[in-house]
């Protein structure tokens, strides 16, 4: 098989694999790839590594990404082809970048990702009915179609809309902090963003779509770190009915590594002091000379354990804890 032919199967594969996934990233993952496979021959054993590793973190849905990886990717391949080498920074980024999330994860927020773009989280909460009460409360308010009116008749409200005719506000974030809060009235564009946020707020919008009001919704979000819930400002919220918590748990819970808590701290603290006093009796076992079923039963006994324990449970602390 060619090198050609080799890289064409190659794109072709990762193409399919992303097929299914939502916000398009099929469409502008692309050309990256594409260029990816085209140079990852040529590069360097080491910098070929860390690319690889950005490739994988393309398979990762969207949602995960802490920046945009074909982004960063296409910087590391422009470096490598103008430099033949990965600059220290970018390499930096790359080691501390975690290692993508397992299969079972990238499942599971993928599909959670295909809910959301369709708008649609009744797969975390159920809360359709009373949404579209007050979706239609508002489509009939005449104070809200004269405010929008207004918007309109000041600015070309259409230069702001995407492919679809959306019109999204300013967004929140995490903790509140928000990179775009100041005010800068130097920028043409920050009059219709100032009017159109301040409008979104009065109403409890996330935006427009053409002239249809996109109400908030009560909505649940995974994000690179973590998973949030917003309630809007207006709703008036039955935790018991509103929200799905075993849905919202069963997402969140493909993320956390494993068990937490009170319980098992202390469980652990019990393990680690074993295992000091293990070391300490596997020294002085040594120094009698103590082998096979006579030094098990002096272990067993020095940690307080019946003589039956079975050696591997010694040989999983020694592991856990190593001696230092």
């Not at 021959?41 to 995960?64: M, Q, Y």
């Not at 039963?297 to 039956?308: A, M, T």
């Amino acid at each position: 098989m060619s090198r050609s032919s080799s890289e064409n199967k190659a794109l072709s594969a990762d193409l399919k694999r992303l097929k299914s996934r939502a916000y398009g990233v099929v469409d502008w993952a692309a050309e990256v790839l594409r260029r990816y496979h085209e140079q990852v021959a040529g590069i360097a054993n080491e910098d070929a590594k860390a690319l690889a590793k950005l490739h994988a973190w393309i398979f990762v849905p969207l949602t995960l990404w802490p920046f945009s990886i074909t982004d960063l990717l296409n910087e590391c391949l422009r470096e490598c082809a103008a430099r033949h080498t990965l600059s220290k920074a970018l390499r930096l980024v790359i080691e501390l970048l975690p290692e993508v999330p397992d299969e079972k994860v990238c499942e599971a927020v993928a599909d959670h990702e295909r809910q959301v773009q369709r708008g649609n989280y009744e797969n975390v909460v159920n809360t359709q009915a009373k949404f579209a009460q007050a979706e239609m409360a508002l489509r009939a308010d005449q104070d809200f179609q004269n405010d929008w009116q207004r918007v309109k008749a000041s600015f070309d409200v259409k230069a702001g809309q995407d492919h679809k005719g959306v019109l999204r506000r300013t967004m929140g974030a995490e903790r509140n902090m928000r990179p775009e809060f100041s005010v800068n009235m130097k920028n043409p564009s920050e009059p219709f963003r100032l009017v159109f946020d301040a409008f979104c707020l009065r109403w409890n919008l996330y935006g427009m779509m053409h002239d249809e009001p996109l109400l908030l919704k009560l909505a649940v979000n995974v994000t690179p770190h973590g998973t949030m819930i917003l309630i809007p400002s207006f709703w008036s919220l039955d935790p018991s009915r509103d929200i799905r918590w075993d849905a919202i748990n069963k997402l969140h819970r493909t993320r956390v590594p494993k068990r937490q808590g009170a319980a098992l701290a202390e469980g652990q603290a019990t393990r680690m002091a074993q295992a000091k006093k293990l070391h300490k009796l596997d020294a002085e076992a040594k120094e009698r000379r103590l082998k096979g079923e006579a030094k098990h039963r002096f272990l067993c006994k020095g940690l307080g354990l019946v003589e039956d324990t079975s050696p591997r449970r010694l040989s999983r602390l020694r592991q856990e804890f190593p001696r230092k």
